[in-house]
């Protein structure tokens, strides 16, 4: 293996031990602003919570599905 084959397969790798990183930050940012809100509004069942941990859990795996074809697209070139 050559000096490019292994600076790109060790980037690579960053890429992927990133990815769960920012997936507990995306969701964890959505929870507490859900938080927030439902402390703010005084909303007793916790709604805002309960929305926006389920639309940043989506997001999160949005971002990962994208990271995982920008990986894969430049596997292969």
Known sequence: MDNQQRKKQRNK??????IPVQMGVIVFLFAYFGRFLDEKFNNPHRLFVKILTILGVALA????????KEINKSDNQ
């Open 13 to 18: 790798w960053l890429a992927l031990i990133n």
């Open 61 to 68: 795996f949005y971002n990962i599905s994208r990271q995982l």
